[in-house]
């Protein structure tokens, strides 16, 4: 990949790209960095990947997130550095769905098609915001050791099928090591901001680009019934649930993930003729 550092306001982003073509952004989750989409590399023989680090994450300056649309704010501005003319595919998961909803609201110029995986529409409830504060204070207090602890359970599937699968000690030594590379402020202002953030489901109704729900059928975090009800709210959309995933199901079963978004790129719902989205 090469490595591009671009402004965006009051920071800097590190954004790796790779393979030419039609854009192609990858939004990743809560607390990682751009590596968590390692195993989409393959996809840059058909796209042009663009996995940037979101603010304070990763190879990004240590300038910190305080709300969701900042963080689709820098999106926009880095896709205006890399000289990026026309609309992307916008991919994100979990934190970087919801800042892949807030770029198609407030940039929808930038935005040709959607990817959203792992991820919901509905804000935080308030014990749900109460547990995301404790858990930024215990990170103040313990470091982000104590983080990875709490979170790799949840993110990965937890059944038999899913535990037995031959790469699943490698998925989770890549959520250790890159949960433990995170500053701690950095993690705390985003947890603060995914505790804040809007309920987005009113806004998404009006969203009209070709959209592609991704949830894995044993996400314990948004389960497969946060994409269904996103499913009936959104108009142009496709739903897949995939099996032995749990909340990061780039990682966990990437085959099917990255089979899933070429047929969506070719054929995508909603679009006369199954017209791919503009490149």
């Not at 920071?11 to 939004?27: E, K, M, S, W």
Request: net charge negative; hydrophobic share 50%.
């Amino acid at each position: 990949m090469t490595i591009h550092h671009v402004p965006a306001a009051g920071t800097t982003l590190t954004v790796h790209t790779a393979g030419l073509g039609r854009p192609l952004v990858l939004l990743h989750g809560f607390p990682l960095d751009h590596r968590m989409w390692e195993a989409q590399a393959a996809l840059a023989d058909h796209v042009r990947l663009i996995a940037p680090d979101l603010r304070g994450f990763g190879g990004s300056t240590a300038a910190v997130a305080t709300s969701m649309e900042q963080l689709a704010d820098d999106v926009a501005a880095l896709l205006a550095a890399l000289h990026v003319t026309t609309p992307a595919v916008i991919c994100g998961l979990s934190m970087g769905g919801y800042v892949a909803q807030h770029l198609a609201v407030r940039h929808p110029d930038r935005v040709a098609a959607l990817v959203l995986v792992d991820t919901k529409l509905e804000a935080d409830t308030p014990d749900a915001r109460a547990a995301r504060a404790d858990l930024a204070a215990k990170v103040g207090r313990l470091g982000q050791g104590i983080l990875a602890d709490a979170m790799i359970p949840r993110l990965l599937a937890g059944s038999a099928a899913a535990r037995g699968l031959p790469h699943r000690a490698a998925v989770e030594e890549t959520l250790r090591l890159t949960i433990l590379e995170q500053p701690v402020a950095s993690i705390q202002a985003a947890l603060g901001a995914l505790g804040s953030r809007p309920d987005m489901t009113e806004a998404m109704r009006h969203v009209r680009v070709p959209t592609l729900l991704i949830v894995g059928a044993e996400d314990a975090i948004t389960p497969p019934e946060c994409l269904e009800r996103a499913e009936e709210i959104m108009p142009c959309t496709r739903l897949l649930i995939v099996p032995h995933a749990g909340h990061m199901t780039p990682l966990e079963a990437p085959a099917v993930f990255n089979a899933a978004v070429l047929e969506f790129l070719r054929h995508p719902p909603g679009t006369l003729g199954g017209a791919a989205p503009p490149a």
